[in-house]
RNA sequence: GCCGAGGUGGCGGAAUUGGCAGACGCGAGGGACUUAAAAUCCCUUGGACCUAAAGUCCAUGCGGGUUCGAGCCCCGCCCUCGGCACCA
């Protein structure tokens, strides 16, 4: 052998000649068609690690291959450089977010680099840097402008020890992680994006290819379910409120009402309750305000309420309800109160037997006769003590009673939804300024568009126990209104992440324009994107976001289409110790060791052979050694000498027809993202080419077809070694300019087939034949076969199925 | 708890979507080469019965069902992973 593959030697060797040739470099103006093809950017979290390469890797390959079919294809990276643990990180070891972030970019970007990437670095972006987020300012004010963002009271997760709010992975157990003491719900003025004013419209996925599990989980998400809204009325002297309204799924049931449930928070529960029941009131709100919603929802738990002395009217039959509150009800979700109908709700049925509450029977089961119920019934019935409704089925009450509602001024048809607005204050500095002034004599002003970006001050403390430090920065809270002039003070809340990550794909398609957030030129180019991937755990927060904002942008005559990813596919995540993998877990393994051993070839490989790439998987590094000894041969295969030894037709159509095989296969699989198998059908013929070498019996034109094919085939999983061997054979630079090899229909096809022959659907014999063979013919050879013959002993044929190319399956009794 | 996905040899996985279960790789065992080791190459490798060959039976988380035929479809369980709105 003249040479050893060295990865250590190659690597760093060509992707210095790419950087330097520009040869990713991606122009707007390229005739040929564009693609864009867009992987999730990474948080700036410090290391990459396994899981991102997982990621990122395979989505390379793709890309690759999509620029080998000829497009001109835009795969950028960037780097979403907000967020939480760049604050933490602050506080803990007295380091500037901005410092640690951009440390964090500079380590991240090395890294991605030794992957061998095809991004355009030319168009990086990152999401602190102010050249961005004045733009996700300047978004901001435009969702504003059109009416979608609006300020509420929201509760926050509050220390009362580091009197500071904390995101809910900061809560272990209802502790704050930090100072173990409780943490509590606060009540805090936040802003709001109007999300819910989309919901019909995304559940809808019209000409999207996503995965059908994600669109469920979207749908799911929003949670769409009609029914009726109903009045009960409120008649206290002091309570300026006369109703208690509720959203129902079973108006038909609401004869049967014997008790009514509000959400422990919700404000009428200070102006109702009794002074008696005062004590035991405040005792449950107080205990709810350290539960989780999840605590809250959670079935297995039982359910708690404590009655609050009160009383509302059920309209209907004019009955009297008393009013509870309990933990289940939540005041975000619906109306914050729930009707209870304990004969036809399994819950409402737990909860009326344990505090001694009437369950009258409302829907009949089938031959009931009026006695009590050992449990809810939750099947269509008949509708009884129900007034001028007895008698009709249930279903058809639905309707029914929801009408009669709406005719008698107490209600009618609704449509309830499971999702809720999106909040998107944080009380902390890391993050992009929210552009909104407080005068004292105009209120709310946003700042002119001129005067983007509100910068964050550099200067700012980062106080242990503090709240925003932008609280405490006078500088940045003193302004003067832009209406009067007169003094103000700027919001020091700062936006969620998921608001820069909505927009960074639009910014790819021109990241250094100054005048707007895009070149309409480039945008027009290259959105939407054409193939998005990334990690599943993003179905519903950062997909549905994003889907939000190109919507409302699209209203807003800003864009001109309104979905911003046409096809999706979400890839798996890679366990670490029974965990998805990431920094906060602590259990991140990074690359860089692994790469340095091995070479990132040998990594990329390895990575998309692990398994199915939307399924992940557990990482384990024992198989790596198969992929250096694979590339290995690899090597030596296309560095070896081949010598015809007496070639023959026949050899060399065979050889010729692993190749135009393989490249059908490893076509169609990289098409599918099934890498793993492609990459099996890529060792097998390599495991064949290392035999038709030794034996020489095909001719050598057929031997370099099959070389080249291999190294074509393997230019976008391996691009280092492919590009070295495409070089030392004397092929022109580069390899990842070479069209993707196209197969032969006729070199492809199969010409014999193994015929399976069962008995009874028992396999019993397996014969050669021609794939094309009649289904006569194979009846007759299988009724022939001795052992078929064997298993019909004393049997009577009864049918004979032929499945064509396949099998023979003969029924006998 | 709710929503979504998954469970196949010692391990990762394959199976053209109802038609040969275990491709490909790892690991393990045996052998060749070598003074030896590494590297490389060759053979074997789901289980049981059988001296072997041939063959038969069992086997895709568990229990049922549909079908000529089920890893794949249906019903009921169990377990694992992701998300659940302030990690991103």
Known sequence: MASRYNPQEIEGKWQERWAADDLYRVRDDDPRPKYYALTMYPYTSGDLHIGHWYAMAPADVHARFMRMRGYNVLHPMGFDAFGLPAENAAIKRGIHPHTWTMQNIENMRRQLKTMGPCYDWSREVNTCDPDYYRWTEWFFLKLYEAGLAYRAKAPVNWCSTCQTVLANEQVVGGLCERCESPVVRRDLEQWFFRITKYADELMEHHGLDWPERIKTMQRNWVGKSQGAELSFGLEHPDVEEKEIRVFTTRPDTAFGVTFMVLAPEHPLVEKLTVPSQRAEVEAYVEQARHQTEIERLSVETEKTGVFIGAHCLNHLNGEKVPIYIADYVLLGYGTGAVMGVPAHNTRDFAFARKYGIPIPVVIAPPGWSGEELEEAWTEPGTMVNSGEFNGLPNEEGKDAVAEYASRKGIGGKAVSYRLRDWLISRQRYWGAPIPMIYCPACGIVPVPEKDLPVLLPADAEFRPTGESPLKYHEAFVNTTCPKCGAPARRETDTMDTFMCSSWYYFRFASPRHQDGPWDPKALAHWLPVDLYTGGAEHAVMHLFYSRFFTKALRDMGLIDFGEPFIKLFNQGVIIAERQKMSKSRGNVITPDEYVSDVGADVVRAFLMFVGPWDQGGEWND????????????????????????EPDAANTRDLRHMTHRTIKKATEDIERFHFNTMLAALMEFSNYLGKAQEAGRAEASAYREAIDSLLLLLAPTTPHLA???????????????????????????????????????????????????????????????????????????????????????????
């Open 622 to 645: 024992k198989g790596l050694s198969g992929f250096s000894r694979w590339l290995n041969r690899v090597w030596n295969l296309a560095d070896a000498e081949y010598r015809e030894v």
């Open 723 to 813: 590009e070295e061997l495409w070089s030392r054979l004397g092929h022109p630079y580069s390899v990842h300019n070479q069209p993707w090899p196209q197969y032969d229909p006729e070199l492809a096809r199969e010409e014999e087939v193994t015929l399976v022959i069962q008995v009874n659907g028992k396999l019993r014999d397996r014969v050669s034949v021609s794939a094309s063979i009649p289904e006569a013919e194979a009846r007759e050879l299988a009724l022939s076969r001795e052992r078929v013959q064997a298993h019909l002993q004393g049997k009577t044929v009864a049918q004979v199925i032929f499945v064509p190319g396949r099998l023979v399956n003969v029924v006998a009794r």
